[in-house]
C-alpha cells in the first residue's frame, strides 16, 4: 500500500507560481512512476506531467514549458513546479503513483492516488 499526499495548492493570480508536493508513505516510490493529474469542475481528470524512475519527464501540452516534475527518491516525494499560471489551470490536482509498469498519462496506469489539492487562478 501507498499512501499519497499532496500539498502546496492555493489562491493566485494569474502568472504567479506554485509548487505542488506529493509526499508518499507506507511503501516507497522505488520504482514507481508518479503523475499529476488534475480535474476542474465538470470536466474529465486529465494528465498533466509524470516521472518514471529514470527520471525521464512527460508533460502535457497545456503545461509544457511552464512546469517541471522532479522526485526526491530519498525523501520519497514528487514536486511539480508550476509557473505563469492560468485561470485554465484551475483544478483540483492529484499525485498518483503507477506501482505496476507500462503507462505515463493514462488515468488507468495509475494504481494509488492522493486526496487532491485545490488550485484555483484568479484572472
Known amino acids: 500500500q501507498v499512501q499519497l499526499v499532496e500539498s502546496g495548492g492555493g489562491l493566485v493570480q494569474a502568472g504567479d507560481s506554485l509548487r505542488l508536493s506529493c509526499a508518499a508513505s507506507?511503501?516507497?516510490?522505488?520504482?514507481?512512476?508518479v503523475g499529476w493529474f488534475r480535474q476542474a469542475p465538470g470536466k474529465e481528470r486529465e494528465f498533466v506531467a509524470a516521472?518514471?524512475?529514470?527520471?525521464?519527464?512527460y508533460y502535457a501540452d497545456s503545461v509544457k514549458g511552464r512546469s517541471t516534475i522532479s522526485r526526491d527518491n530519498s525523501k520519497n516525494t514528487v514536486h511539480l513546479q508550476m509557473n505563469s499560471l492560468r485561470f485554465e489551470d484551475t483544478a483540483t490536482y492529484y499525485c498518483?503513483?503507477?506501482?505496476?509498469?507500462?503507462?505515463?498519462?493514462?488515468?488507468?496506469?495509475?494504481?494509488?492516488w492522493g486526496q487532491g489539492t485545490q488550485v484555483t487562478v484568479s484572472s
Open positions: 516521472i518514471p524512475w529514470s527520471g525521464r519527464t
Open positions: 498518483a503513483a503507477n506501482t505496476r509498469g507500462a503507462g505515463y498519462t493514462q488515468t488507468w496506469a495509475y494504481d494509488y
Open positions: 507506507g511503501r516507497s516510490f522505488g520504482g514507481s512512476t
